[in-house]
């Protein structure tokens, strides 16, 4: 089920209009795409905080309701307050049922506990990456990507041309012929870590 949020038109802009919106508990953003006009909007911050703190939220096609019309948008940018880490801004782009979108995926390691390496070789499992940009259509898009670890043995790596993709879903990264490692087993040094310096 696609993650809604509730949105209202924002008719005032600017720094200060924006300062106003945040002292009363909402946060300003902005709807843009799909061969529309942009749309600035407000949302209520603890509504917006609780999906945002989702994994989901990042990479899935949420449901956008702005006075009470719904469409289909992605995450694409947001900014957080250095100091408070509150959300100042947020970004979304419309989506087309019929265009394929690139969305960053996160990645979930499963199996690492039988892997030969590790079982076997007393190594560690290093991840070298955490995500990965993705193509596919909107209705296609996971919401994360697992990553089986069982059969990877010591000093070796699991590449982005290893990993099971749902149909109608690729690696853009592979599509530019980059197949990036994307989890290894490393030895440890006397039961430490081996990129941890000696002290």
């Given at each position: 089920?696609?993650?809604?949020?509730?949105?209202?038109?924002?008719?005032?802009?600017?720094?200060?209009?924006?300062?106003?919106?945040?002292?009363?508990?909402?946060?300003?953003?902005?709807?843009?795409?799909?061969?529309?006009?942009?749309?600035?909007?407000?949302?209520?911050?603890?509504?917006?905080?609780?999906?945002?703190?989702?994994?989901?939220?990042?990479?899935?096609?949420?449901?956008?309701?702005?006075?009470?019309?719904?469409?289909?948008?992605?995450l694409r940018d947001f900014q957080m307050h250095p100091?408070?880490?509150?959300?100042?801004h947020i970004d979304f782009q419309r989506v087309s049922?019929?265009?394929?979108?690139?969305?960053?995926?996160?990645?979930?390691?499963?199996?690492?506990?039988?892997?030969?390496?590790?079982?076997?070789?007393?190594?560690?499992?290093?991840?070298?990456l955490t995500e990965a940009d993705v193509s596919c259509?909107?209705?296609?898009?996971?919401?994360?990507?697992?990553?089986?670890?069982?059969?990877?043995?010591?000093?070796?790596?699991?590449?982005?041309?290893?990993?099971?993709?749902?149909?109608?879903?690729?690696?853009?990264?592979?599509?530019?012929?980059?197949?990036?490692?994307?989890?290894?087993?490393?030895?440890?040094?006397?039961?430490?870590?081996?990129?941890?310096?000696?002290?």
């Amino acid at each position: 089920m696609a993650i809604e949020i509730n949105a209202v038109k924002r008719d005032a802009k600017g720094t200060g209009a924006s300062r106003r919106l945040r002292h009363a508990g909402t946060v300003p953003g902005v709807v843009y795409g799909g061969g529309k006009d942009a749309i600035a909007l407000e949302i209520n911050y603890k509504e917006l905080f609780l999906q945002f703190r989702n994994e989901t939220f990042h990479a899935s096609v949420l449901s956008l309701i702005v006075d009470g019309k719904k469409e289909n948008v992605l995450l694409r940018d947001f900014q957080m307050h250095p100091v408070r880490n509150t959300i100042q801004h947020i970004d979304f782009q419309r989506v087309s049922a019929t265009e394929k979108i690139h969305v960053k995926v996160p990645f979930h390691f499963i199996n690492a506990d039988v892997a030969p390496g590790v079982k076997l070789g007393g190594g560690i499992v290093a991840h070298i990456l955490t995500e990965a940009d993705v193509s596919c259509l909107a209705k296609d898009l996971p919401e994360f990507v697992e990553v089986d670890l069982s059969a990877l043995e010591m000093g070796h790596s699991i590449h982005l041309s290893q990993i099971k993709l749902p149909k109608g879903v690729s690696f853009v990264q592979l599509a530019h012929e980059n197949d990036a490692a994307v989890a290894s087993v490393a030895k440890t040094r006397g039961g430490v870590a081996a990129e941890t310096p000696a002290a």
